[in-house]
């Protein structure tokens, strides 16, 4: 898809971007470094930081701007063409029918041997570049845009969950009868750790956030795809169906060979039968004590700093 050329005033757009730590956090610079190169620069971008429920953090930030347009990206993003957000843009403003538009994800080009196996065996690490813009499952936080006033018509984020935003507001869109598509050509790289422990480490952690909802909020578990559903799927499915789709998916890891698809598979399941079996996660949202903002002079953009402080 090629750029038009032609930015309107109608198509500004602001950034949002749920920050764990801002110190030393070398991605993040060079995440910001990337935005200030954009053919098509942001209005705003705020980092809300400190704030361990995204969807809090999201929503705040979405609460304090005023373009047409927002768009979320993740902390670890990596983007590295220049026509991004111009792209999003043309492909939102010429289909009123997209409800959230996305970027594919691709391995990073300095990807280890490791981590590029992880994303190649591992489901919903990869999606390749589409040619056209297509309905698919596989738009996430990473990198999104949706116009703002649509994002507060259907609720904002989910605040309640710890982990496992996506589908949610995927649905919610769908629910409002608009599209949640893969723009053509673009792509963001968001990576996964460079070691079998790191990688365990973070699906159990994933395996804890379901096992929280499944616990807490099992009306918001939700099915996911391969992405290539063209905008049909099946949101829910039964337990047992789930159980038994567990059981055969670590069967074809092993015949397979997919050694580090095994380990993700044992280490969510570990971390979903833990957080639902004895529970650490509290339903309570951690309270907010205060949020320290501050404008850091950056070119090109406003860049606003939320520092978040719980009680």
């Given at each position: 898809?090629?750029?038009?050329?032609?930015?309107?005033?109608?198509?500004?757009?602001?950034?949002?971007?749920?920050?764990?730590?801002?110190?030393?956090?070398?991605?993040?610079?060079?995440?910001?470094?990337?935005?200030?190169?954009?053919?098509?620069?942001?209005?705003?971008?705020?980092?809300?930081?400190?704030?361990?429920?995204?969807?809090?953090?999201?929503?705040?930030?979405?609460?304090?701007?005023n373009s047409r347009y927002f768009a979320t990206l993740d902390d670890d993003s990596i983007i590295d063409d220049?026509?991004?957000?111009?792209?999003?843009?043309?492909?939102?403003?010429?289909?009123?029918?997209?409800?959230?538009?996305?970027?594919?994800?691709?391995?990073?080009?300095?990807?280890?041997?490791?981590?590029?196996?992880?994303?190649?065996?591992?489901?919903?690490?990869?999606?390749?570049?589409?040619?056209?813009?297509?309905?698919?499952?596989?738009?996430?936080?990473?990198?999104?845009?949706?116009?703002?006033?649509?994002?507060?018509?259907?609720?904002?984020?989910?605040?309640?969950?710890?982990?496992?935003?996506?589908?949610?507001?995927?649905?919610?869109?769908?629910?409002?009868?608009?599209?949640?598509?893969?723009?053509?050509?673009?792509?963001?790289?968001?990576?996964?750790?460079?070691?079998?422990?790191?990688?365990?480490?973070?699906?159990?952690?994933?395996?804890?956030?379901?096992?929280?909802?499944?616990?807490?909020?099992?009306?918001?578990?939700?099915?996911?795809?391969?992405?290539?559903?063209?905008?049909?799927?099946?949101?829910?499915?039964?337990?047992?169906?789930?159980?038994?789709?567990?059981?055969?998916?670590?069967?074809?890891?092993?015949?397979?060979?997919?050694?580090?698809?095994?380990?993700?598979?044992?280490?969510?399941?570990?971390?979903?039968?833990?957080?639902?079996?004895?529970?650490?996660?509290?339903?309570?949202?951690?309270?907010?004590?205060?949020?320290?903002?501050?404008?850091?002079?950056?070119?090109?953009?406003?860049?606003?700093?939320?520092?978040?402080?719980?009680?």
């Open positions: 898809m090629k750029s038009t050329g032609h930015v309107d005033k109608a198509s500004e757009y602001s950034i949002v971007i749920p920050v764990v730590k801002l110190e030393g956090n070398l991605l993040l610079e060079n995440l910001l470094s990337k935005i200030s190169g954009q053919t098509l620069l942001p209005k705003e971008v705020h980092l809300v930081v400190g704030d361990p429920r995204q969807g809090r953090a999201i929503n705040f930030g979405a609460g304090k701007i220049k026509d991004l957000f111009r792209k999003l843009l043309d492909a939102m403003d010429a289909d009123p029918g997209i409800g959230i538009g996305g970027a594919s994800c691709l391995i990073p080009k300095d990807a280890s041997p490791l981590q590029k196996r992880a994303m190649r065996e591992i489901p919903r690490r990869f999606f390749p570049v589409q040619p056209r813009n297509t309905p698919s499952d596989m738009v996430q936080h990473p990198c999104l845009i949706m116009e703002t006033d649509f994002f507060r018509a259907i609720g904002g984020e989910d605040e309640d969950l710890v982990r496992g935003l996506d589908p949610v507001l995927r649905k919610k869109a769908r629910d409002a009868g608009k599209n949640v598509s893969i723009i053509a050509d673009t792509w963001v790289y968001h990576g996964i750790p460079d070691s079998l422990a790191g990688i365990a480490k973070m699906y159990y952690r994933n395996g804890r956030g379901s096992g929280f909802a499944s616990r807490n909020f099992p009306d918001r578990i939700i099915e996911l795809s391969d992405g290539y559903d063209n905008g049909f799927f099946i949101e829910r499915r039964p337990l047992p169906f789930r159980i038994a789709r567990r059981v055969w998916n670590l069967a074809l890891c092993i015949l397979g060979f997919e050694f580090v698809r095994l380990v993700t598979e044992i280490a969510y399941a570990a971390g979903l039968l833990k957080e639902y079996f004895f529970p650490r996660y509290s339903r309570e949202k951690p309270q907010v004590k205060s949020i320290e903002s501050s404008e850091i002079p950056r070119k090109g953009f406003k860049l606003f700093v939320h520092k978040v402080k719980l009680v």
